[in-house]
């Protein structure tokens, strides 16, 4: 089964957001800090989400979003300088929980040694923001339309699919298997599904979970 994780996100804006519905909707757990009151009532009215109004850089509003519990925490606020202090807060109280930090490319060298991944700003869209925050093992390249993904998929060791030709997998209906990691060659039925190697296909959102219990285990 693709495992879920608990993800805090600071910075409830655009970004932040749009980050945390997306990773909701995959089915992870996700704590939203924002200190902006408006901010706040504006994500309750859209969607239901865990939201606590106040500063991510404060301990005791890290602990109430149960940092010591979380696998990522990831500060997509509009302002480096915070993002960073937000995530080294975070590392004092829970030294294995994964940092994520939105920074300006101008600061990448300066700042990307304290953090496990950043994003900047241009290209910060909640769905290259998601794929850094659950790492790099499955990521959703793009909406081909509003209902296809194209998904980058590491194939784990022991899952049903792996080390097995495309034609010998059930994959469900709503499912294309494009080509393998090099890319030199579209997928064929005697392609063979490696363990460890990435795969683009592309998935009907109703079919995401089995195809990635298929191709994760």
């Known amino acids: 089964m693709t495992q879920k994780l608990d993800i805090v996100i600071a910075g409830g804006g655009r970004v932040g957001s749009q980050t945390a519905e997306l990773l909701a909707d995959r089915g992870n757990d996700v704590t939203i800090i924002e200190r902006d009151v408006d901010t706040v009532d504006d994500i309750a009215e859209k969607w239901m989400a865990t939201v606590i109004t106040g500063d ?11 940092i010591e519990n979380a696998d990522v925490i990831a500060a997509l606020t509009g302002d480096t300088g915070l993002n960073l202090a937000i995530c080294m807060a975070a590392k004092e109280l829970a030294p294995g929980v994964r940092t994520v930090a939105r920074i300006d490319r101008a600061s990448a060298e300066s700042y990307a040694r304290f953090v496990d991944a950043v994003l900047y700003p241009e290209r910060a869209g909640a769905r290259q923001a998601a794929n850094e925050i659950v790492g790099s093992d499955v990521q959703t390249l793009a909406d081909v339309t509003s ?3 194209i998904m980058d998929i590491r194939v784990e060791e022991g899952a049903p699919a792996a080390d097995k030709q495309l034609s010998d997998v059930r994959f469900p209906a709503g499912t294309l298997v494009i080509s393998g990691e090099d890319g030199d060659r579209i997928a064929r039925p005697d392609t063979t599904l490696e363990a460890g190697r990435r795969y683009i296909v592309a998935v009907e959102p109703d079919v995401v979970d089995e195809v990635l219990n298929l191709l994760r285990g």
């Open 147 to 149: 209902t296809l993904d």
């Open 56 to 66: 991510a850089t404060d301990p005791n509003i890290l602990e109430q979003a149960d």
